[in-house]
């Protein structure tokens, strides 16, 4: 208890500086592989908490690596900077009110993600100094959480082959241990050639592609009835083949997003999906070629350390909101449904309660929440080191993922006051691992029975480069 505390002191004592950088960065919302100023701001304030800087980590520009301390352990806490389109507002008001730009806004709070972390990573660099202990504590500014599974590239490019293990926290309505629930998929697009005719005058001649995109699509979709149910394949024409029915189509594609509940039954499913791509250009005459566009793995759990991030939550107690958080949140609740709200409860297995706008407990460990199955490039992290994440009190109960009421509260004092309370709990479980060897034997010997009968293999083929750019297209 007596490191917890020091550790929490440390939070407290640069807590402003991290408030600062989250509204800043909530000031500046930048894209997917944009977020040139937001990575600079992370990597302005590294440098000044005297952390030793890794840029542009795994090729990418927007990608920043502060660690501090030598030796021992290295401890991973993540952190992330992505705005969403369409989701700007103005902030401290609870009508939908967007402010001038380009329409981009922090809807999902990654503004105080990013800074809580950094915060958490910058306290346990004081303690670890201050007790001259051995151990290393990292940053990763990780980019393009929202939808460009950076962190995926940044594993398979070994950014974390030394890490031991990993914290990261998303903003949320309750506080609580993330239930590790997420799907992993793939965006795979699928080119058919063929050849060109007219198609009255020498259709023998003629090969369709678009013929072929039908059958494949034909397949997969006899195929939907002798799948995992909780399996999902979508898929979208990128290239009818023209606009001309008298001609041909020499080429055709389409775009297919398919997911799956693990690694495991993506890569079968996947593979199946492309026997079927193989039959329609048999069948057609035609060719295929394929381009994985986009890939994450499903979260994976680590029993230890979740235990251990939980008892961090007991210590603290839930965040303390005071009445101005409470009347703000009020007041975004009367712009949301009853059934956001009663969602928000159901997530987390917790009965709805009416009277409540704020978070005001810890969701217990054994909760089991229901339904809102997304899925994350923490994903990738999971699978190549244990990791636990933190779910962070930071908005009014029923506030949904991605909307302007979310970026209206990213500043205000229930956003800074669950920042601060969230860094609390990485810290203290990032101590915890490097005071107990225990935990993190049990945590790593937790992680190889998760993965080793179906060890990981990274989703993103070697020839898929990390989509750089990719936003301002
Ligand atoms: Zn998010």
New binding site residues.
């Given amino acids: 208890m007596q490191n917890t505390e020091e550790v929490w002191r440390y939070v407290d004592a640069k807590a402003e500086d991290a408030i600062g950088l989250s509204d800043r960065v909530w000031g500046m919302p930048e894209l997917c592989y944009a977020e040139v100023r937001s990575c600079a701001e992370h990597t302005a304030m590294l440098e000044a908490h005297g952390f030793r800087v890794t840029r542009d980590v795994a090729g990418i520009p927007t990608a920043v690596m502060g660690e501090a301390g030598e030796d021992g352990p290295v401890i991973a806490i993540l952190g992330?900077y992505d705005a969403l389109p369409g989701l700007s507002n103005e902030a401290g008001v609870a009508e939908h009110k967007p402010l001038p730009g380009d329409g981009s806004g922090h809807g999902?709070?990654?503004n105080l993600?990013g800074a809580a972390s950094l915060l958490a990573a910058s306290a346990v660099k004081d303690w670890i100094e201050r007790n001259g202990i051995k151990a290393r504590v990292r940053y990763y500014g990780c980019p393009a959480?929202?939808g460009g599974a950076a962190k995926g590239f940044m594993v398979r490019e070994g950014a974390f082959d030394d890490v031991d293990m990993a914290i990261c926290w998303?903003?949320a309505a309750f506080t609580g241990v993330n239930e590790a629930v997420s799907l992993a998929n793939t965006r795979i697009d699928f080119a058919f050639t063929g050849r060109s005719s007219h198609a009255a005058a020498a259709p023998e001649l003629g090969r369709s592609a678009l013929d072929a995109v039908e059958l494949m699509n034909v397949g997969v979709n006899y195929m939907r009835e002798h799948m995992p149910s909780d399996a999902r394949i979508h898929y979208a024409y990128l290239d009818a083949g023209g606009i001309a029915p008298n001609v041909v189509q020499g080429s055709a594609k389409v775009r297919y997003l398919i997911r799956a509940r693990d690694l495991v039954g993506l890569n079968q499913l996947v593979a199946r999906v492309r026997k079927i791509a193989e039959g329609a250009a048999l069948m057609t005459e035609t060719s295929v070629s394929t381009k994985v566009v986009s890939a994450v793995s499903n979260l994976l759990g680590n029993t230890p350390l979740e235990r251990a991030m939980y008892e961090n939550m007991l210590r603290l107690g839930p965040p303390q909101f005071d009445e101005e958080d409470r009347a703000f949140a009020r007041e975004i609740q009367k712009t949301l449904s009853e059934e956001d709200i009663a969602a928000a409860y159901r997530r987390h297995g917790l009965e709805p309660q009416r009277d409540k706008a704020l978070c005001d407990i810890i969701v217990p460990l054994d909760a089991k929440g229901k339904g809102g199955v997304g899925s994350?490039d923490v994903g990738d992290v999971s699978w190549k080191v244990p990791t636990v994440q933190a779910r962070g009190a930071t908005y009014a109960i029923g506030t949904p993922?991605h909307s302007w009421q979310l970026t209206a509260q990213g500043k205000s004092g229930i956003a800074h006051k669950g920042l601060v309370h969230v860094a609390k709990i990485m810290a203290g479980t990032a101590v915890d691992a490097i005071r107990n060897p225990d935990l993190l034997a049990a945590a790593k010997a937790d992680h190889k029975a998760r993965t080793d009968a179906h060890p990981y293999v990274c989703p993103l083929p070697p020839d898929v480069k990390p989509p750089v750019g990719m936003s301002a297209d």
């Fill in positions: 992330e999902c709070g990654h993600l959480e929202e998303h903003p994350t993922g």
